[in-house]
């Protein structure tokens, strides 16, 4: 089951069922504004046109996930091609509704450095790039936080 992870009221990361990121929020200013994120992302998670197709220079294709005002309300993780961009979306659209809540005290446990995204403005920052956080991944989308169940956080 795909789930958000409210990371110490500061940011949103969205991650899939097979324990892949799949959307990461901008810097948030506490839990108040990480849960209207989290409502704003299920509610256009499911429009097909909120979704912005991009292809970064250094790594490779993802997308952002507008809001009404074409707002980014989250960035994707670089995606090795295409197709699995492709499947992405198709995750983020069928698995954001219903995904449940977690607080946890620090980033997802497998990210090298999961505040990189964190801060970053992706509202203010329109074209900025996401490196490619997984270089293995099977189906090429985002990173799996499986595995040891450890990680330090830190870059």
């Known amino acids: ?5 409210v990371v110490e009221g500061r940011f949103v990361v969205l991650v899939g069922p097979e324990d892949e990121t ?11 504004e990480c849960a209207r994120a989290i409502v704003a992302i299920r509610l256009f998670a499911t429009m097909v046109d909120r ?10 294709p993802y997308f952002v996930l507008k809001g009404g005002d074409d707002s980014v309300l989250a960035t994707s ?22 995904a449940e809540v977690l607080q ?11 505040l990189r995204w964190a801060t970053r403005d992706a509202s203010t ?31």
């Open 22 to 32: 799949l959307l990461v929020t901008g810097l948030l200013a506490g839990q108040d």
């Open 77 to 98: 993780c670089a995606c090795h091609g295409v197709e699995a961009r492709e499947r992405a979306i198709e995750l983020v659209r069928t698995t954001a509704p219903d």
């Open 51 to 60: 979704y912005d197709r991009r292809e970064a220079r250094h790594s490779g």
């Open 1 to 5: 089951m795909a789930r958000f992870e």
């Open 125 to 155: 920052s329109r074209d900025a790039e996401p490196e490619r956080t997984d270089r293995g991944a099977e189906e090429g989308i985002g990173r799996s936080t499986s595995g040891s169940g450890t990680g330090s956080g830190t870059g």
């Open 104 to 114: 946890v005290s620090s980033g997802p446990q497998a990210h090298d450095d999961p």
